[in-house]
Nanobody, 125 residues
Framework: EQVLAESGGGSVQTGGSLTLSCVST????????MGWFRQTADNEREWVAT????????YYRGSVEDRFVIAQDNSNNTVYLRMSDLRPEDTGVYYC??????????????????WGQGTQVTVSS
């Protein structure tokens, strides 16, 4: 179910930065854990990061842990993914997704109920 809307994708060179945003007017972020996933043409949709809205606990895929930051602003129902030191292997369509708080640790895309339409990130060498 697509009730989220991502923005901020684009094309950058290796080492560049982008900030993705995800907003929703239909679900309340304070009642869900928010995650980011990415997908390339030949790969499954892979988990990137998750944030708990109250504990502010964050979780990251190992390959992005020192380069990406997930953040959330509950006052305007927006979650961000700040990406720095981008690499060609970060290229893909990035999706935000929501999951109930009690399942916050899930990393499988099938566990998430709400999705956005995705935003393309392209990193060239």
């Amino acid at each position: 179910e697509q009730v989220l809307a991502e923005s901020g994708g684009g094309s950058v060179q290796t080492g560049g930065s982008l900030t993705l945003s995800c907003v929703s007017t239909e679900i309340t972020y304070s009642s869900n854990c928010m995650g980011w996933f990415r997908q390339t043409a030949d790969n499954e949709r892979e988990w990137v990061a998750t944030i708990h809205p109250h504990r502010r606990t964050t979780y990251y895929r190992g390959s992005v842990e020192d380069r990406f930051v997930i953040a959330q602003d509950n006052s305007n129902n927006t979650v961000y993914l700040r990406m720095s030191d981008l690499r060609p292997e970060d290229t893909g369509v990035y999706y935000c997704a929501a999951i109930p708080l009690e399942r916050c640790g899930a990393q499988k895309a099938s566990s998430y109920k709400y999705w956005g339409q995705g935003t393309q990130v392209t990193v060239s060498s």
